[in-house]
């Protein structure tokens, strides 16, 4: 597997606080995802990046935010946590040269009851 | 934006038997075409990818066959066994770089 981790793996929190979720790499790749899988809906975009400090949303970024300040993390956060926000959350990362090839971290299971 | 048609959403097959997975694109500009196997409670990981500048690719018991014209691409899976089973993800990406994902196909390879 690439060098990709997650943390934590599981997590349960109650609506309405702040969640974050951090994805480690020590591949020093430059691309780096975030997306959330719901059964019926396979893998889904929340933000992605392209670089410390440069990030842009996926299509599904609504209550969700992101950071990027060293290559190796990029952070994602629940503002405030909807039941709705319930799911597995993969980061994944990608190299320049094959930017469409990406390689997933072990996932975070998030409960928000 | 692209949109990714996967089908069937579950597939149950004979250990030894055939597998066929489909999946269609709506963006003419997709050019890479990766699919991912995702067993129970693991990280989806990449098993075979295409480009467009090819028709067939295979890799031992898998291949995967692209039509252009059609916009549809498929994976096939041979001699299937147990270990097979598992969530399969087709993707599609171009300009973008960014893969859409198709919603999966569950295989089931019955012993």
């Known amino acids: 597997d690439a060098g990709i981790t997650q943390s934590p793996r599981h997590k349960v929190t109650e609506t309405g606080t702040p969640v974050t979720l951090r994805c480690h790499q020590t591949?020093?790749?430059?691309?780096m995802y975030w997306y959330r899988q719901d059964p019926g809906h396979g893998l889904r975009l929340i933000h992605y990046?392209?670089?410390?400090?440069?990030?842009d949303k996926g299509e599904v970024s609504d209550g969700y935010s992101v950071s990027r300040s060293k290559t190796e993390d990029f952070l994602l956060t629940l503002e405030s946590a909807t039941s709705s926000q319930t799911s597995v959350y993969f980061c994944a990362i990608s190299e320049e040269e094959v930017q469409e090839t990406q390689y997933f971290g072990p996932g975070t299971r998030l409960l928000v009851l | 934006g692209e949109n990714v048609e996967q089908h069937p959403s579950t597939l149950s097959v004979q250990e030894g038997d055939s597998a066929v997975i489909k999946c269609t694109y709506s963006?003419?500009?997709?050019?890479?075409f990766p699919w991912y196997k995702q067993e129970l409670g693991k990280r989806p990981q990449l098993i075979i990818d295409i480009r467009s500048n090819v028709g067939e690719k295979k890799d031992q018991r898998i291949a995967v066959t692209l039509n252009k014209t059609a916009k549809h691409f498929s994976l096939h899976i041979t001699e299937t066994q147990p270990e097979d089973s598992a969530v399969y993800f087709c993707a599609a990406s171009g300009g973008s770089y960014i893969p859409t994902f198709g919603r999966g196909t569950s295989l089931i390879v019955h012993p």
């Open positions: 963006d003419s500009a997709s050019n890479y």
């Open positions: 990046s392209y670089g410390v400090k440069d990030t």
């Open positions: 591949e020093n790749h430059r691309y």
